[in-house]
């Protein structure tokens, strides 16, 4: 019995000796654990009009709604006894050498060297430090998967980081499967790999899904073009990339127009250029890498095509601007994050990083660094078990790292709304953008007439009403009287005074005897009150406004018939762009409407389609 309650206090003595050296393992940012298997709608984060069947029906059965489970026994294998090991392995697989790609590569393994340096640098694993087993991935299927077994079972690591490559990212995915070992993945965007439903991937790059949707949402919407041209590399990346924005350009309205191809390390894309200048197209999506994409940016400005050029985000860079020069103007493509924030995680990251590696990191270094990271603290969190590992990894909702705040679905894969990398004046800006189709747009586009059509006034009379301050007198005096000799030639213009000054319901019955019983053609206000009563007048019976007033909120409002001039306008001017306005469109209201709002100068006034003057 004695020897039992001793056993029990070494036991508990023992536990708490190993919490207090745990204590002082490496320890990263602290991010939000997931507190349970969440729902989420599939494709979580695309908008309503962009998932399949959306206009169709409602699915029987939706997959990816929630976090995936794993029920097998890896959290009951017992831990090592740390006495044992020397140090805690990691396997890393990328192109290193002897591949296309292998200068991506070796930036991704230099974020994650950094990574494993730091945490080593703070104690490693209670004391052990933390080891990458580097294997070179040469993009042959036998060779990769001989790399992803010897990492498992000779050298025995705890989790698996890697590839850039889709074919090879599967591979060690099904070996995952057999050899329960959590896979990190940082550069790969195949967004089939998530959806094989295993439960060991976790991955910080948004997918080529995100990236075709975030895409198809900025050329369709946000620029209004209609007919684009896909131009990609004949491989994986490029045959998978380009679907997911295939789909979304279908969904849309606007299905992709061409498609074109080229093989990998071609030089000359004249011809694919040539057969897409044949078929007229707004704009064409570029999905390949920095190098290919600067040498058909150039070639496209020796062969006069002056189409709008966007891609994915392997295809923008500062090496870009390098490459293609002035060529490079104007290209958009997304990006993960904005390498060009200035706040304190990304600033200090990018110090650390030029000092260890005399450059900056681009995104497949950062994003590794990033991965690596929060494959570090999850081994802190939960010991050496791989089945525990992963569910620290899992139990991830959103991560926030140098490279700015993340979200995960339940598949494990950021989805957090990327940046839109714009080449404006040889330089390239970032600005948040979004897959989301906005609520609302305010004031900003202006909006158009969609009621039923107008028609001419029965009569040559032009009628037009003037409401404000005295205004009875105003368009009496000898002034007025005077110019409107002077504009009476087709149409017989008059006025119709109506002082704001009286009160409200006696100046309203006024203005809307003036539209309803002697027919305005229009409405001139002269002050902001008068403005506004104007308005909702004309938006009632379809009557041109035009206000004389310092008050923005006119023309905010998505009214498609108030047009603002400034305060210091006078009357004569309002008058005669009215005037000018009849004389070319007609005595037709719904026409003196397009026609002010089309921006065409008249009497030298000209407004935006919004209703503010040029």
Excluded at 145 to 166: Q, R, T
Excluded at 236 to 257: E, M, Q, T
Excluded at 267 to 286: E, K, M, N, Y
Excluded at 436 to 455: C, F, I, S
């Amino acid at each position: 019995m004695r020897r039992l309650i001793l056993w029990m206090l070494c036991l508990v003595f023992a536990s708490a000796a190993w919490a207090q050296s745990a204590s002082r393992c490496f320890c990263g940012a602290n991010p939000t654990r997931r507190p349970a298997p969440r729902s989420l709608k599939p494709y979580a984060g695309a908008p309503e009009d962009l998932r399949p069947y959306s206009r169709f029906t409602t699915p029987y059965y939706e997959n990816y709604n929630d976090l995936i489970e794993y029920n097998g026994a890896a959290r009951d294998v017992p831990d090592p006894d740390l006495k044992d090991l020397q140090e805690i392995r990691i396997g890393f697989l990328a192109p290193l050498y002897n591949h296309p790609d292998q200068v991506l590569g070796n930036r991704m393994l230099n974020g994650a060297k950094l990574a494993i340096d730091e945490a080593n640098a703070a104690g490693g694993y209670c004391g052990k430090p933390f080891r990458l087993m580097l294997h070179n991935d040469s993009a042959i299927w036998g060779a990769s998967s001989n790399e992803v077994v010897k990492m498992v079972y000779d050298e025995k690591v705890w989790a698996m980081f890697g590839s850039i490559s889709g074919d090879t990212t599967h591979i060690a995915l099904r070996v995952t499967l057999k050899a329960e070992t959590p896979l990190i993945n940082s550069a790969s965007t195949d967004p089939t790999i998530p959806e094989t439903s295993i439960p060991w991937y976790f991955t910080d790059l948004q997918d080529d899904r995100v990236q075709g949707y975030t895409l198809a949402r900025h050329i369709y919407t946000e620029l209004g073009l209609k007919r684009i041209a896909l131009l990609r590399v004949n491989d994986r990346y490029g045959r998978f990339g380009v679907i997911k924005f295939r789909d979304a350009s279908r969904r849309l309205g606007h299905p992709v127009v061409i498609e074109q191809k080229f093989m990998p390390g071609d030089t000359d894309f004249r011809h694919q250029l040539r057969v897409i200048q044949d078929s007229p197209v707004d704009g064409i999506v570029l999905w390949t890498d920095i190098g290919p994409t600067a040498m058909i940016l150039k070639q496209m400005q020796e062969l006069g095509m002056k189409q709008r050029v966007f891609g994915s985000h392997r295809t923008i860079g500062d090496e870009l601007l390098k490459l293609a020069g002035p060529a490079a103007e104007g290209f958009e493509g997304v990006y993960p994050y904005d390498p060009s924030r200035e706040d304190g995680r990304w600033r200090d990251f990018t110090a650390r990083f030029e000092t260890r590696y005399n450059e900056k990191p681009d995104h497949f270094a950062a994003l590794a660094y990033d991965a690596m990271q929060a494959l570090l603290q999850a081994i802190c969190r939960a010991g050496l078990n791989r089945g525990r590992i992963r569910d620290a990894l899992t139990g991830l909702a959103a991560y926030a790292g140098v490279t700015g705040d993340m979200v995960f679905d339940p598949n494990c894969k950021n989805i957090s709304p990327m940046f839109l990398a714009s080449v404006h004046n040889g330089n390239i800006e970032y600005r948040r953008i979004t897959m989301e189709k906005p609520y609302a747009r305010v004031g900003e586009d202006g909006v158009q007439y969609n009621g039923p059509a107008l028609q001419d006034a029965e009569t040559n009379d032009a009628p037009i009403a003037v409401i404000g301050p005295h205004a009875d007198q105003v368009v009496a005096s000898t002034e007025i009287v005077s110019l409107l000799a002077g504009l009476n030639r087709g149409s017989k213009l008059s006025l119709i005074g109506i002082p704001s000054e009286t009160q409200w319901g006696k100046a309203s019955n006024a203005l809307v005897s003036a539209v309803y019983d002697k027919h305005a053609l229009g409405i001139v206000a002269l002050d902001r009150s008068s403005s506004h009563l104007a308005e909702q007048i004309g938006t009632k019976a379809f009557l041109p406004v035009i206000a004389v007033s310092v008050d923005h909120t006119l023309t905010s409002t998505n009214i498609p018939w108030i047009f603002r001039m400034p305060p210091n306008a006078s009357l004569q001017q309002a008058l005669r762009c009215f005037a000018g306005a009849i004389e070319k469109a007609g005595p037709n209201r719904e026409k003196i409407r397009d026609l002010l709002s089309s921006g065409t100068a008249i009497a030298g006034v000209a407004f935006q389609p919004t209703g503010e003057p040029r």
